[in-house]
């Protein structure tokens, strides 16, 4: 059906914009032609879906902070070394996300992307109570694989409905908006964690018939009921319109065969989109990829690191690290959005030219960061760290969704995630195995993470500098076809 203003209607608004096709809420057809809007969702609308995501974002890096946080009990529990407690946090949560993420991101190109959401959210909590009764290795490494497998088409998702909810001078305060979801994660993940392992710390183990549960395991159990309240929000938000493709942009065909339909589900025609732009996608790719290898590292590894290296206990290291890392993530957020504003003003590829910028500032503080002299220099650099990331996140996201075609930006959106989970999987995995196999020694975990940054973020500074003038080129040929 065709999308027209409404007028007097307090649900939608105008921005005028030169002849933009529209197609109806989740389906790839198009809706019509608009001669002189493009109409979006209300403000309160837009904003009101970008809340519930943001929720739901808080709970994944909330469990991911947290599983850091439990990683020196994880490891005595179950008796692991560190290669094997690497492996638990990196690779096998993304052993499902690589047969099943690129499908299921696919439904967010073709179904209601709130319901999509919806169904992710709830199967994460289910899984995480299900790690919560885990009786051994294997049962709780199966846990960690499907969580991944529900939360894979959260992000993409999320990304193109929020593409869609906001006009794209809005995007990039909307992508910084978000961010909350990882700060609030990030920082409470790591305040109320430490309390709640203090709590459970001296529980003994509980049981129901067969099931044996250990004090620590009881948070996982928890942590379901809030992801359950977050997947009912999802039915109150408004599925808004997609805007149709620029012309030329490689898509999926339309009445293909069963084989071809299949073909386009396991990412296809994503992958053709991505190698037709290569010039402007490869180094973006390859430079998230490389620095997610430090970023989750280091997450992952940060608790166990200042245990071993400055003897501090769960409780210390939650309260001064939640601190740090959320005083500097509000900073990040600032001086990222305030600091691609100023650049939009005089370049157009200004949110690959505030990446390229920001990544060198990472590199600093992520090799000092280990080697300070005591506990909290060592947090204090690796949160000055974390500022310049959060600062370069929101524009290193807007940018995909910028030169992305909307009938494919889930699945695009998926594969460019899909780097960041994978390596930055790996990176956990590559410093538990550089800590087995070269350094050896448990108190002197600093140097694996210290060679990890010298190896990988140089590298990723160069692959952003190297896409910006793509980029740039990109935009201008989107901007000249009113895109």
Request: glycine share 10%.
């Amino acid at each position: 059906m065709a999308i027209g203003p409404v007028a007097a209607a307090p649900e939608i608004f105008a921005e005028s914009l030169a002849e933009e096709v529209l197609v109806a809420p989740g389906t790839g057809a198009p809706a019509g032609v608009q001669q002189s809007a493009r109409i979006w969702p209300s403000t309160g609308a837009a904003y009101w879906a970008l809340t519930v995501i943001i929720l739901a974002t808080f709970l994944t890096f909330f469990d991911q902070v947290m599983f850091g946080m439990l990683a020196q009990r994880i490891k005595a529990s179950f008796g692991l070394t560190d290669a094997q407690l690497g492996f638990l946090a990196g690779p096998a949560s993304i052993i499902c996300y690589l047969f099943v993420g690129i499908p299921l991101a696919r439904m967010a190109d073709i179904y209601p992307r709130k319901y999509v959401l919806l169904g992710g959210v709830a199967v994460v909590s289910v899984i995480t109570a299900a790690g919560g009764i885990a009786q051994n290795f294997t049962q709780f490494v199966l846990s960690r694989v499907f969580l991944a497998a529900g939360g894979s088409a959260h992000a993409p998702s999320s990304y193109s409905l929020l593409a869609d909810a906001f006009p794209p001078r809005m995007i990039p305060r909307a992508f910084a908006l978000l961010q909350f979801g990882f700060i609030g994660g990030t920082t409470l993940g790591a305040m109320i964690g430490g309390f709640l392992i203090e709590i459970t710390g001296h529980w003994g183990t509980t049981t129901f018939g067969p099931l044996h549960i250990l004090g620590w395991q009881w948070i996982m159990i928890w942590l379901a009921i809030p992801g359950l309240i977050v997947a009912v929000l999802f039915l109150t938000i408004s599925e808004p319109a997609r805007l149709a493709s620029p012309p030329g942009a490689v898509e999926p065909p339309r009445g293909a065969s069963l084989f071809r339909s299949f073909l386009t589900l396991t990412g296809l025609d994503a992958a053709r989109a991505i190698h037709a732009n290569g010039k402007v996608y490869y180094p973006l790719f390859a430079g998230l990829a490389l620095s997610a290898v430090e970023t989750f590292g280091l997450a992952f590894w940060r608790v166990p690191f200042m245990i071993r290296t400055y003897g501090w206990g769960e409780a210390q290291i939650g309260a001064v690290m939640g601190v740090m890392i959320l005083v500097a993530s509000l900073l990040g957020l600032l001086l990222g959005s305030t600091f691609v504003e100023w650049l939009a003003k005089r370049h157009k590829d200004a949110n690959v030219r505030a990446v390229a910028i920001f990544f060198p500032l990472v590199t600093v503080c992520s090799i000092a960061g280990p080697m300070m002299p005591n506990g909290y220099l060592a947090l204090l650099t690796m949160s000055v760290g974390a500022m310049f990331g959060i600062a370069g996140a929101v524009p290193q996201n807007a940018a995909i969704q910028r030169v992305t075609p909307n009938a494919m930006r889930g699945q695009v959106t998926a594969i460019y995630l899909f780097m960041f989970t994978f390596f930055g999987a790996m990176g956990s995995f590559v410093i538990g195995l550089v800590q087995n196999y070269v350094v050896r020694v448990d108190a002197q975990l600093w140097k694996s993470l210290t060679l990890t940054a010298v190896m990988v973020l140089p590298l990723a500074c160069v692959c952003m500098i190297r896409a910006i003038r793509p980029y740039r080129e990109e935009v201008l040929r989107l901007d000249a076809l009113g895109h």
